[in-house]
């Protein structure tokens, strides 16, 4: 005997009451399967990193100098501005659940995983760029290893954000190698 044929959406009412119901909380529906102050927590980490990231390729984009430099400060303004495109991002990720971006200047620091180093020379500019861009690497991999348990539309924002900082990663080591020979590779 056949059984009676559920309905691909099991209750279409019941789904439509539980979407009217809580409308304040915009993305976030009952379904959700995140924590949502952990990850409003984890992006608000993951956005001030891209601040000092859009801070410390500012900084190297105004002081690159010297003959060889035009390319480079190019470079850094041109991730200076995917940062901020990153940072956007972000924010607008917090706020679809709910949260507050932080933007607050203090504890910024503290709540990056990188770090805002000038660097005194063209050379160290690169070398702290693609350190920093490591760290970002790191870090989104493993957001994102999170994410893809809770949260699958955070895991792809991540997603794309990573495979741009990766793309930053070899920029600044084609530079490297480029102002410095081989230095990072062994022979
Ligand atoms: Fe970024
Ligand atoms: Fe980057």
Redesign the pocket.
């Known amino acids: 005997m056949a059984e009676m044929e559920q309905p691909f959406l099991t209750d279409i009412e019941e789904i439509r009451r539980r979407a009217r119901q809580h409308l304040e909380e915009g993305a976030v529906t009952p379904s959700y399967e995140g924590d949502v102050e952990t990850t409003i927590k984890l992006l608000n980490d993951a956005l001030a990193t891209?601040v000092v990231?859009v801070l410390r390729y500012t900084s190297h984009y105004i002081n690159a100098q010297g003959i060889q430099s035009e390319s480079v400060k190019a470079e850094f303004g041109q991730h200076a501005r995917?940062?901020q495109q990153?940072v956007l991002q972000l924010a607008e990720r917090i706020n679809q659940l709910g949260g507050k971006p932080n933007f607050n200047p203090e504890g910024l620091l503290t709540r990056s995983a990188s770090q805002y180093v000038e660097g005194a020379n063209l050379v160290d500019m690169i070398k702290e760029n693609l350190i920093a861009e490591r760290i970002?690497i790191d870090t989104y991999r493993e957001l994102i290893r999170y994410f893809s348990q809770h949260d699958p539309t955070t895991r792809r924002l991540l997603e794309v954000?990573l495979a741009?900082?990766e793309e930053h990663a070899n920029d600044m080591h084609d530079l490297l190698v480029a102002h410095q020979g081989r230095p990072m590779l062994q022979s």
Do not use: D, F, N, W
Request: proline letters at 0%; glycine letters at 0%; charged letters at 55%.
């Open positions: 891209e990231c995917e940062e990153h970002a954000i741009k900082e």
